[in-house]
Protein backbone atom coordinates (compact mmCIF):
# COMPACT_ATOMS: atom_id res chain seq x y z
CA UNK A 1 0.00 0.00 0.00
CA UNK A 2 1.37 3.37 -1.07
CA UNK A 3 2.60 6.16 2.10
CA UNK A 4 -0.45 8.13 1.14
CA UNK A 5 -3.75 6.03 0.72
CA UNK A 6 -6.54 7.22 -1.85
CA UNK A 7 -9.19 6.96 1.01
CA UNK A 8 -9.02 7.20 4.69
CA UNK A 9 -12.21 5.85 6.27
CA UNK A 10 -12.82 6.60 9.93
CA UNK A 11 -15.21 5.33 12.67
CA UNK A 12 -16.08 6.37 15.43
CA UNK A 13 -17.58 4.67 18.07
CA UNK A 14 -18.31 3.98 22.26
CA UNK A 15 -19.95 0.86 23.55
CA UNK A 16 -20.58 -0.53 19.67
CA UNK A 17 -20.61 -3.91 20.36
CA UNK A 18 -24.05 -4.54 18.64
CA UNK A 19 -23.29 -2.53 15.64
CA UNK A 20 -19.66 -2.57 14.98
CA UNK A 21 -18.85 -5.77 13.73
CA UNK A 22 -21.85 -4.64 9.98
CA UNK A 23 -19.63 -1.39 9.82
CA UNK A 24 -16.11 -3.21 10.02
CA UNK A 25 -17.36 -5.98 7.76
CA UNK A 26 -18.32 -3.58 5.09
CA UNK A 27 -15.24 -1.68 5.31
CA UNK A 28 -13.27 -4.79 4.60
CA UNK A 29 -15.96 -6.42 1.76
CA UNK A 30 -14.62 -3.15 -0.20
CA UNK A 31 -13.47 -4.23 -3.91
CA UNK A 32 -11.04 -1.27 -4.24
CA UNK A 33 -8.55 -1.71 -1.32
CA UNK A 34 -5.91 1.90 -1.46
CA UNK A 35 -7.46 2.75 1.15
CA UNK A 36 -6.20 2.73 5.68
CA UNK A 37 -9.10 2.58 8.21
CA UNK A 38 -9.05 4.47 11.14
CA UNK A 39 -10.99 3.29 14.50
CA UNK A 40 -11.09 5.74 16.98
CA UNK A 41 -12.87 4.71 19.83
CA UNK A 42 -13.82 6.98 23.30
CA UNK A 43 -12.94 4.21 25.87
CA UNK A 44 -15.25 1.93 25.46
CA UNK A 45 -16.15 -0.88 28.22
CA UNK A 46 -17.98 -3.39 26.52
CA UNK A 47 -16.78 -6.00 23.92
CA UNK A 48 -16.52 -2.71 20.90
CA UNK A 49 -12.36 -3.39 21.50
CA UNK A 50 -12.13 -7.33 21.32
CA UNK A 51 -14.67 -7.28 18.14
CA UNK A 52 -11.79 -4.70 16.53
CA UNK A 53 -8.84 -6.61 17.80
CA UNK A 54 -10.65 -9.62 15.99
CA UNK A 55 -10.82 -8.25 12.86
CA UNK A 56 -7.69 -6.14 12.71
CA UNK A 57 -5.41 -8.86 10.91
CA UNK A 58 -7.52 -9.41 8.00
CA UNK A 59 -6.91 -5.66 7.17
CA UNK A 60 -3.22 -6.63 6.38
CA UNK A 61 -1.74 -3.68 7.77
CA UNK A 62 -4.64 -0.90 6.58
CA UNK A 63 -6.71 -0.63 10.13
CA UNK A 64 -5.13 1.68 12.77
CA UNK A 65 -7.11 2.21 16.40
CA UNK A 66 -7.22 4.07 19.30
CA UNK A 67 -9.20 3.87 22.40
CA UNK A 68 -9.02 6.68 24.96
CA UNK A 69 -11.36 8.86 25.74
CA UNK A 70 -12.99 11.97 24.21
CA UNK A 71 -14.79 15.19 23.52
CA UNK A 72 -17.94 13.58 22.43
CA UNK A 73 -18.73 12.26 18.73
CA UNK A 74 -16.91 15.41 16.58
CA UNK A 75 -13.93 15.74 18.94
CA UNK A 76 -13.63 11.79 18.02
CA UNK A 77 -14.14 12.56 14.34
CA UNK A 78 -11.18 15.20 14.66
CA UNK A 79 -9.15 13.18 16.09
CA UNK A 80 -9.96 10.67 13.09
CA UNK A 81 -9.58 13.04 10.21
CA UNK A 82 -6.50 15.01 12.20
CA UNK A 83 -4.50 10.94 11.87
CA UNK A 84 -5.32 10.63 8.27
CA UNK A 85 -2.72 9.93 5.43
CA UNK A 86 -5.58 9.84 2.74
CA UNK A 87 -6.82 11.72 0.18
CA UNK A 88 -10.45 11.96 0.62
CA UNK A 89 -12.04 11.10 3.79
CA UNK A 90 -14.94 9.34 4.40
CA UNK A 91 -16.55 8.83 7.45
CA UNK A 92 -18.92 5.39 8.56
CA UNK A 93 -20.16 5.82 12.18
CA UNK A 94 -20.28 2.54 14.11
CA UNK A 95 -23.98 1.96 13.05
CA UNK A 96 -23.53 2.29 9.51
CA UNK A 97 -22.53 0.71 6.94
CA UNK A 98 -20.93 1.27 3.26
CA UNK A 99 -22.17 -0.76 0.00
CA UNK A 100 -19.49 -2.89 -1.48
CA UNK A 101 -18.80 -1.42 -4.69
CA UNK A 102 -18.96 2.47 -2.51
CA UNK A 103 -15.19 3.13 -2.40
CA UNK A 104 -14.72 2.13 -6.27
CA UNK A 105 -17.81 3.93 -7.18
CA UNK A 106 -16.33 7.48 -5.41
CA UNK A 107 -13.00 6.66 -6.93
CA UNK A 108 -14.03 6.47 -10.45
CA UNK A 109 -16.44 9.46 -10.16
CA UNK A 110 -13.68 11.51 -8.46
CA UNK A 111 -10.93 10.93 -11.66
CA UNK A 112 -13.83 13.02 -14.22
CA UNK A 113 -14.01 15.92 -11.46
CA UNK A 114 -12.07 18.49 -12.48
CA UNK A 115 -10.55 19.70 -9.02
CA UNK A 116 -10.65 16.10 -8.10
CA UNK A 117 -8.61 17.66 -4.61
CA UNK A 118 -10.76 19.96 -3.58
CA UNK A 119 -14.16 17.99 -5.19
CA UNK A 120 -16.51 16.63 -2.36
CA UNK A 121 -18.15 13.35 -3.40
CA UNK A 122 -22.21 13.28 -2.59
CA UNK A 123 -24.05 9.93 -2.40
CA UNK A 124 -27.29 8.48 -1.46
CA UNK A 125 -28.38 6.78 1.46
CA UNK A 126 -30.47 4.21 2.33
CA UNK A 127 -32.14 4.90 5.84
CA UNK A 128 -33.46 1.65 7.68
CA UNK A 129 -36.03 1.58 10.34
CA UNK A 130 -36.35 -0.25 13.12
CA UNK A 131 -39.36 -1.88 12.05
CA UNK A 132 -38.28 -3.02 9.24
CA UNK A 133 -38.70 -0.22 6.71
CA UNK A 134 -36.92 1.54 4.68
CA UNK A 135 -36.19 5.00 3.14
CA UNK A 136 -34.18 5.98 0.34
CA UNK A 137 -32.85 9.61 0.91
CA UNK A 138 -31.48 11.06 -2.60
CA UNK A 139 -29.05 13.59 -3.45
CA UNK A 140 -28.91 16.35 -5.89
CA UNK A 141 -27.54 20.13 -6.39
CA UNK A 142 -31.06 21.26 -6.60
CA UNK A 143 -31.59 20.02 -2.91
CA UNK A 144 -28.29 20.61 -1.97
CA UNK A 145 -29.20 24.17 -3.10
CA UNK A 146 -32.47 24.60 -1.47
CA UNK A 147 -31.40 22.95 1.75
CA UNK A 148 -28.51 24.67 2.09
CA UNK A 149 -30.33 28.44 1.29
CA UNK A 150 -32.41 27.35 4.39
CA UNK A 151 -29.61 26.76 7.06
CA UNK A 152 -30.27 22.57 6.62
CA UNK A 153 -27.55 20.20 5.74
CA UNK A 154 -27.82 19.92 1.80
CA UNK A 155 -25.69 16.35 1.68
CA UNK A 156 -26.37 13.20 3.36
CA UNK A 157 -22.69 12.85 5.71
CA UNK A 158 -23.03 9.16 5.56
CA UNK A 159 -22.17 9.47 2.17
CA UNK A 160 -20.47 12.27 1.34
CA UNK A 161 -16.59 11.91 0.71
CA UNK A 162 -14.73 15.30 1.40
CA UNK A 163 -10.50 15.56 0.22
CA UNK A 164 -8.42 16.42 3.37
CA UNK A 165 -7.73 19.71 1.50
CA UNK A 166 -11.15 20.65 1.77
CA UNK A 167 -10.39 20.30 5.89
CA UNK A 168 -7.76 21.89 5.87
CA UNK A 169 -9.26 24.80 4.18
CA UNK A 170 -12.53 25.02 6.15
CA UNK A 171 -11.81 24.39 9.62
CA UNK A 172 -12.81 20.40 11.27
CA UNK A 173 -15.90 19.89 12.49
CA UNK A 174 -17.20 22.62 15.39
CA UNK A 175 -17.13 20.26 18.84
CA UNK A 176 -19.46 23.40 20.46
CA UNK A 177 -22.24 21.34 18.57
CA UNK A 178 -23.36 17.88 20.04
CA UNK A 179 -25.24 16.61 17.65
CA UNK A 180 -25.40 19.16 14.39
CA UNK A 181 -21.66 19.98 13.89
CA UNK A 182 -21.76 17.96 10.19
CA UNK A 183 -24.82 20.42 9.58
CA UNK A 184 -22.76 22.87 10.20
CA UNK A 185 -19.74 21.58 8.24
CA UNK A 186 -21.85 20.95 5.22
CA UNK A 187 -22.92 25.08 5.44
CA UNK A 188 -19.79 26.20 5.51
CA UNK A 189 -18.40 24.28 2.74
CA UNK A 190 -21.77 25.42 0.47
CA UNK A 191 -20.88 28.92 1.75
CA UNK A 192 -16.67 28.99 0.71
CA UNK A 193 -18.21 27.58 -2.30
CA UNK A 194 -16.45 24.06 -2.12
CA UNK A 195 -17.56 21.83 -5.43
CA UNK A 196 -20.05 18.86 -4.85
CA UNK A 197 -20.05 15.89 -7.37
CA UNK A 198 -23.48 13.73 -7.35
CA UNK A 199 -23.88 10.34 -7.88
CA UNK A 200 -27.74 9.03 -8.06
CA UNK A 201 -26.78 5.70 -6.05
CA UNK A 202 -26.62 4.85 -2.81
CA UNK A 203 -23.28 4.85 -1.14
CA UNK A 204 -24.03 4.52 2.39
CA UNK A 205 -26.43 2.76 4.56
CA UNK A 206 -27.60 4.28 7.80
CA UNK A 207 -29.78 2.99 10.75
CA UNK A 208 -32.35 3.71 12.99
CA UNK A 209 -31.65 4.75 16.59
CA UNK A 210 -28.89 7.33 16.20
CA UNK A 211 -28.20 10.23 18.22
CA UNK A 212 -29.60 13.23 15.77
CA UNK A 213 -32.76 10.33 14.66
CA UNK A 214 -34.11 11.37 18.12
CA UNK A 215 -35.61 14.35 18.91
CA UNK A 216 -33.71 16.19 21.97
CA UNK A 217 -33.07 19.68 23.89
CA UNK A 218 -30.16 18.90 22.43
CA UNK A 219 -31.10 19.00 19.34
CA UNK A 220 -33.03 22.24 19.62
CA UNK A 221 -29.84 24.00 20.73
CA UNK A 222 -27.85 22.85 17.83
CA UNK A 223 -30.33 24.05 15.84
CA UNK A 224 -30.17 27.54 17.28
CA UNK A 225 -26.34 27.29 17.48
CA UNK A 226 -26.31 26.37 13.66
CA UNK A 227 -28.35 29.27 12.89
CA UNK A 228 -26.59 32.02 15.10
CA UNK A 229 -23.53 31.21 13.52
CA UNK A 230 -24.60 31.26 9.45
CA UNK A 231 -27.93 33.96 9.85
CA UNK A 232 -26.40 37.38 9.09
CA UNK A 233 -29.66 39.03 9.77
CA UNK A 234 -30.99 39.33 13.13
CA UNK A 235 -34.73 39.03 11.99
CA UNK A 236 -33.91 36.46 10.65
CA UNK A 237 -32.45 34.73 12.67
CA UNK A 238 -35.34 35.08 14.95
CA UNK A 239 -37.86 33.92 12.71
CA UNK A 240 -35.72 31.00 11.63
CA UNK A 241 -35.33 30.30 15.86
CA UNK A 242 -39.45 30.24 15.92
CA UNK A 243 -40.11 28.20 13.44
CA UNK A 244 -37.86 26.08 14.78
CA UNK A 245 -39.35 25.89 18.60
CA UNK A 246 -42.51 25.25 16.58
CA UNK A 247 -41.31 22.12 15.13
CA UNK A 248 -39.73 20.97 17.85
CA UNK A 249 -42.58 20.89 20.28
CA UNK A 250 -45.00 19.22 17.24
CA UNK A 251 -42.83 16.67 16.69
CA UNK A 252 -43.08 15.71 20.29
CA UNK A 253 -46.96 15.63 19.59
CA UNK A 254 -47.15 13.48 15.92
CA UNK A 255 -47.19 10.17 15.98
CA UNK A 256 -43.68 8.73 14.24
CA UNK A 257 -45.71 7.01 11.48
CA UNK A 258 -46.86 10.18 10.34
CA UNK A 259 -43.57 12.15 10.36
CA UNK A 260 -42.06 9.10 8.49
CA UNK A 261 -45.06 9.33 5.80
CA UNK A 262 -44.45 13.26 5.67
CA UNK A 263 -40.30 12.71 4.92
CA UNK A 264 -41.15 10.37 2.33
CA UNK A 265 -43.37 11.94 0.56
CA UNK A 266 -41.76 15.48 0.73
CA UNK A 267 -38.55 13.24 -0.78
CA UNK A 268 -40.53 12.40 -3.36
CA UNK A 269 -41.56 15.45 -4.83
CA UNK A 270 -38.09 16.78 -4.94
Known sequence: M???????????????????????????????????YIIVDGGSSDTTIDI????????????????????????????????????????????????????QTVWEENRYCEHSNRTIIAGEILFHYSSGSTQLYPTTQKIYESKSRNFEMGLNHPATFVPRFVYDTIGLFDVNFKLKADADFILRCYENRVPVHFIPKVLSNM?????????SKKELTDTVLKYKKHIKSKPLYYIYCIKSYVNWYVKGLVPMCLVRYYRNVHNRKK
Not at 5 to 13: D, E, G, L, R
Not at 207 to 215: K, W
Request: glycine content about 8%.
Open 207 to 215: SDGGASNNR
Open 2 to 36: NNKPFFSIITVCFNSATTIERTIKSILNQNFLDYE
Open 52 to 103: IKEYEPHFQGRLKWKSESDNGIYDAMNKGVLRSNGIIIGIVNSDDWLEPDTL
